[in-house]
């Protein structure tokens, strides 16, 4: 596609809920990035992937955080018994290659939990 | 955590003046971007200047980067209302192998018509 999309674009829950946040990277861009933005902060980075697999997860805040890329392409950010506090807007990038290239990023998806 | 910090936090000027944000930053870096916001959606690339150039240009936009003072500026020349947003600057860490960028809080532009 032209940009990098994301779905839901909003998503409400209950506490205590599973969710799953989708990502749809840029065509031909094999590196993809998840971002967490609390209200008045910049973006925190949470996961990123190289092809299929999470080359660095270290800013997943906890165990109940998972994020998968099976076929290279479209990632999945999994949040098992959602908190008050995972409320933010979650931010998927992609670059053409990790490290060098300018990341580009989706709309987000707000995320509210009750 | 947050390594780069905007300055100032907000920025309020009339149409047709310029705008000048401020990031500092704390580690080495490989390149450095600057991002636009607007309404805490997604983010647009700006400009990304790497660790050996000092000052890069794109349309009314112009970077500067100084590693020795760990600090980079962007000007925003002939400010238009739609250049209200946030801006970020966003750090490549080359211990963290750059691919993870570490943001400031962000400067908030108001250009007022």
């Known amino acids: 596609g032209a940009g990098v999309s994301q779905t839901p674009s909003n998503k409400v829950t209950e506490k205590g809920k599973y969710v799953e946040l989708r990502c749809d990277p840029i065509?031909?861009?094999?590196?993809l990035y998840w971002y967490r933005q609390s209200l008045g902060q910049g973006p925190e980075f949470l996961i990123y992937?190289?092809?299929?697999?999470?080359?660095?997860d270290s800013g997943l805040p906890n165990d109940r955080f998972f994020a998968v890329r099976p076929e290279g392409s479209v990632s999945t950010l999994k949040i098992q018994r959602t908190e008050r506090g995972d409320s933010a807007v979650y931010l998927c990038?992609?670059?053409?290659?990790?490290?060098?290239?300018?990341?580009?990023f989706g709309p987000g998806t707000r995320l509210t939990v009750l | 955590s947050q390594q780069g910090e905007e300055d100032p936090q907000a920025l309020s000027i009339q149409e047709g003046e310029n705008a000048t944000m401020n990031c500092s930053y704390k580690?080495?870096?490989?390149?450095l971007q600057w991002y636009r916001q607007n309404s805490g959606r997604g983010l647009v690339h700006l400009i990304l200047?790497?660790?050996?150039?000092r000052e890069k240009h794109s349309g009314r936009l112009r970077v500067t980067l100084d590693t020795s003072k760990k600090s980079s500026s962007l000007l925003i020349t002939a400010s238009r209302a739609a250049d209200t947003a946030s801006y970020f600057c966003?750090?490549?860490?080359?211990?963290?192998?750059?691919?993870?960028?570490?943001f400031g809080k962000g400067t908030k532009l108001s250009v007022i018509p």
């Open positions: 990038a992609s670059s053409r290659l990790a490290g060098r290239d300018e990341q580009f």
């Open positions: 065509s031909g861009h094999t590196a």
């Open positions: 992937f190289q092809g299929t697999g999470a080359a660095d």
């Open positions: 580690t080495s870096i490989n390149n």
């Open positions: 200047i790497r660790s050996n150039e």
């Open positions: 966003a750090t490549g860490d080359p211990g963290a192998g750059s691919y993870q960028l570490t």
